[in-house]
């Protein structure tokens, strides 16, 4: 049985509920818990752990805390997620990275995922669990696979819970461009004390963008490449922006999308890294804060470098008001709430409270 498989069948058993928490320790079942409940924000983290759990099951005589073929007595775990589990994960539907949980820089370093590994893991209480993890099923000789249904298990509980319908509109013949702005901004705006909010004015302008590229001749041979995680830095997921356009294969435009941060010179210089790296014709940065006036000397001396030296345009502008003017660009309001409403949705990152409340919103639109 190959690595796939066997991800296929500890899925099947989590789906069925079949329960191990018995064979499992307090400790062992707390650590399994905060590994899940952070798995979409700590993908990589995650992602490496079911790795390792993986081979574990298939190779009982590997210590996979030796993770890489330099580390003594290791193997290369990382090919491993990259062949078989990451795509796998995506075949699920469950929590993945966009190729391997080794990109993550805390994760790659070549020594063994002891105790007193010293990689950077962000979040300390993850990677604190993740390591007394491993140490429990290789010091303490825990039955990876329990731990690993029940990880999963819990998993898809979460985006179970997650899963809320968005209604649809119902009087689209009251949609105004006006209107749609107002509850756009009183979304963004919203208070809602959880994460992943900044991903909304993402899913606004991809909805939006699929619109455009079907209406408007300047995009008319131009596609969307599909939306990356947006906890993952653009290094990592290796993209120029929130949202790429291509054209025959090749960057066309790329949108930074900024929610709760002004437009700075230092926005612009990391704009300008990218611009040399994908070679896009136009870079658009968009922030729900506007500009920051201190710096708008220096955004324009370096928007004026960048067209005169690469011949790549960059507009800064406001998230509400470039969604504004493209409104005006497409032939239907309701097409753009329909598509948009079905991005949150189907969202893994977005949170419930996110989802209940544009239900709320969907029910003013159409007031």
């Known amino acids: 049985m190959d690595y796939k498989n066997k991800l296929l069948e500890i899925y099947d058993e989590a789906v069925k509920e079949i329960n191990y928490r018995e064979k499992l320790t307090k400790e062992v079942l707390e650590n399994i818990t905060i590994l899940s409940e952070k798995c979409f924000s700590q993908k990589g983290v995650y992602t490496v752990f079911v790795t ?72 300390k209480k993850v990677k604190k669990a993740f390591l007394e993890l491993l140490d429990t099923i290789e010091v ?56 992943s909010g900044s991903k909304l004015p993402v899913l606004a302008f991809y909805a939006v963008y699929q619109i455009l590229i079907d209406e408007v001749s300047r995009y008319n041979r131009c596609h969307l490449k ?13 993209s120029a922006g929130d949202i790429e356009l291509f054209e025959n294969e090749k960057l066309f435009e790329a949108i930074e999308i900024k929610l709760d941060k002004a437009i700075n010179s230092n926005i612009l210089r990391i704009a300008r890294e990218k611009i040399v790296r994908y070679d896009p014709k136009r870079y658009y940065i968009l922030s729900y804060s506007e500009i920051n ?31 504004k003017y493209y409104m005006r660009l497409i032939s239907d309001l309701e097409k753009f709430i329909t598509i948009y409403s079905n991005l949150i949705e189907k969202d893994t990152e977005l949170k419930t409270i996110h989802k209940e409340k544009w239900n709320e919103f969907v029910l003013e639109l159409s007031s």
Request: with cysteine; glycine share 4%.
């Open 52 to 123: 390792l759990s993986i081979y574990k099951i298939l190779h009982k005589q590997q210590d996979i805390r030796n993770h890489q073929t330099q580390i003594a007595n290791g193997f290369s775990a990382r090919t491993i997620d990259t062949n078989y589990i990451t795509p796998t994960l995506k075949a699920l539907g469950l929590p993945s990275m966009a190729e391997t949980g080794w990109l993550t820089r805390s994760l790659e370093q070549p020594y063994p995922y002891t105790l007193d590994y010293e990689g950077k893991i962000s979040n």
């Open 140 to 195: 303490q000789k825990n039955n990876p696979k329990y731990i690993l249904v029940e990880l999963l298990r819990q998993i898809i509980i979460i985006q179970q819970a997650s899963k809320i319908t968005i209604n649809p509109l119902q009087n689209p013949e009251k949609l105004t461009i006006s209107k749609t702005i107002e509850i756009l901004d009183k979304q963004f705006s919203f208070n809602y004390k959880a994460t």
């Open 226 to 238: 599909k939306l990356g995680s947006h906890t993952a830095s653009d290094k990592t997921s290796k």
């Open 293 to 323: 006036e201190k710096d708008k000397t220096a955004i324009n001396e370096i928007i004026e470098e960048v067209k005169n030296t690469h011949g790549c345009q960059i507009v800064v502008n406001g998230v509400l008001s470039t969604l």
